[in-house]
Nanobody
Framework: EVQLVESGGGLVQAGGSLRLSCAAS????????IGWFRQVPGKEREEVSC????????YYADSVKGRFTISSDNATNTVFLQMNSLKPEDTGVYYC???????????????WGQGTQVTVSS
């Protein structure tokens, strides 16, 4: 059974940092691209960042470039999202998702985690 479990969300002041984790199981870790997506009530889910199969490439939304860093640890089957210089507009529920064929496509991912709340206060 494929499982993606996010952790690391919380409340932080603007300018602060958080590191999200996505622990994956049930599939060969390197065979899947894993992305981070976020959603706020009333808005569509949006892509934040993605790391391709076998970590060949990384992708970032323009709004987070230079502030967020995605990485993976094959030893623990975990993908991390280091978020620095957080802004109130980064607030939302952050989900990780996995796909065999796609990376930065929120409508085409195969598996999703349950999400973790990130709240950035001004």
């Amino acid at each position: 059974e494929v499982q993606l479990v996010e952790s690391g969300g919380g409340l932080v002041q603007a300018g602060g940092s958080l590191r999200l984790s996505c622990a994956a199981s049930g599939f060969i870790f390197g065979d899947y691209a894993i992305g981070w997506f976020r959603q706020v009530p009333g808005k569509e889910r949006e892509e934040v960042s993605c790391i391709s199969r076998w970590a060949v490439a990384t992708y970032y939304a323009d709004s987070v470039k230079g502030r967020f860093t995605i990485s993976s640890d094959n030893a623990t089957n975990t993908v991390f999202l280091q978020m620095n210089s957080l802004k109130p507009e980064d607030t939302g529920v952050y989900y990780c998702a996995a796909s065999f064929d796609f990376c930065f496509e929120k409508d085409l991912m195969d598996y999703w985690g349950q999400g973790t709340q990130v709240t950035v206060s001004s």
